[in-house]
């Protein structure tokens, strides 16, 4: 035992730097600093002081115009008197809980298809990525626009077989459904990662599950879907936080009315045109914040939830 507490105080003993080694180490902690600095600088200036800026300002009544005045939670108990609020948030949750999983479906059953090894692989990859760039554009969403307007190409389309389609776009009932189609074509991003996260996956799995007679959608249940279940949860969570926070599409489908009749009014877009429509910038405030905690919330439930259908190889 004498020999061990030995051994340990010999472990807790340190040797004292000289004075060339303690130079050398703040030269080094100086040099990281100046690296950092541009970083830090960015994160002080463009995040954390907005953030906190807009905390303070959504108990506030401010019009850009006079300086604020403190009216505690007299915004968030305005929230709950806001029906286009409320018609807002109902619009987000049907394009978030629409969108994202027929986005991943399509997205993963892609890059199944691409997985097999097909000719020209690096092509049709940089093809079925590109609308992940280019979907969130102001062109495309316009060239949306046009596509299903009253006498756009779909309804050119249909009426080359005798059927006269409805205004997509301009029907309460069909506008929501095409910018969530337009959400769900922007499939490249997850399908990338699928791909790579099916490359991973080694073969001798599908090889014993083939001596065993499992057939294709056994294989693709009892293996692909666990081996994958960390991609897809990742996917999940990026795509959650990024469809609550979609504005560009609606803006411009609906010209920035959320129209018609509220039907493509995302919590985004009242938000916009609150505090940049009205020059309400305290309770434009108030719902960013609002957004932030019903992002964090959907993340929270995917954690935990994910302790039964996420499989790691530890």
Do not use: C
């Not at 300086?67 to 108990?77: H, R, Y």
């Not at 090889?207 to 996917?235: C, H, M, R, Y």
């Not at 009315?257 to 995302?266: E, K, L, N």
């Amino acid at each position: 035992m004498s020999a061990l507490g030995e051994l340990s105080r010999m472990k807790r003993r340190t040797v004292p730097k000289s004075a060339a080694e303690k130079k050398d180490d703040r030269r080094d902690n100086k040099a990281a600093y100046i690296f950092l600095l541009p970083w830090l600088i960015g994160l002080l200036f463009i995040t954390v002081g907005p953030m906190v800026a807009s905390l303070y300002l959504s108990f506030t009544d401010y019009n850009l115009l006079q300086a604020p005045n403190f009216t505690g939670l007299d915004n968030f108990a305005r929230m709950l008197q806001d029906t286009r609020l409320h018609n807002s948030l109902g619009v987000t949750f049907t394009y978030v809980l629409v969108g994202v999983p027929i986005q991943l479906a399509v997205a993963l059953l892609i890059a199944l298809v691409l997985d097999k090894g097909i000719r020209g692989l690096p092509f049709y990859r940089s093809v079925f990525y590109l609308p992940s760039l280019l979907g969130g554009s102001v062109a495309i969403a316009i060239l949306w626009k046009q596509i299903f307007g009253t006498t756009g190409l779909v309804n050119q389309l249909l009426a080359m077989v005798g059927i006269q389609g409805p205004g997509w776009i301009s029907d309460p009932n069909t506008a929501l459904g095409s910018i969530i189609l337009l959400h769900v074509w922007t499939f490249g991003a997850p399908m990338i990662i699928f791909l790579a996260g099916l490359r991973q996956i080694p073969a001798m799995y599908y090889e014993a599950a083939e001596v065993d007679g499992a057939t294709a959608w056994q294989k693709f249940l009892n293996i692909t879907i666990p081996l994958l279940s960390p991609i897809i949860f990742f996917n999940l969570v990026l795509q959650i936080i990024g469809a609550f926070q979609s504005f560009t599409q609606a803006f411009i489908v609906s010209g920035g009315s959320g129209g018609p009749s509220d039907s493509t009014m995302f919590f985004t877009l009242y938000l916009y045109q609150k505090g940049f429509g009205q020059f309400d910038m305290g309770y434009a405030s108030a719902m960013a914040w609002v957004l932030l905690v019903i992002i964090g919330v959907f993340t929270a439930i995917n954690f935990v939830a994910s302790k039964y259908w996420v499989f790691y190889d530890d």
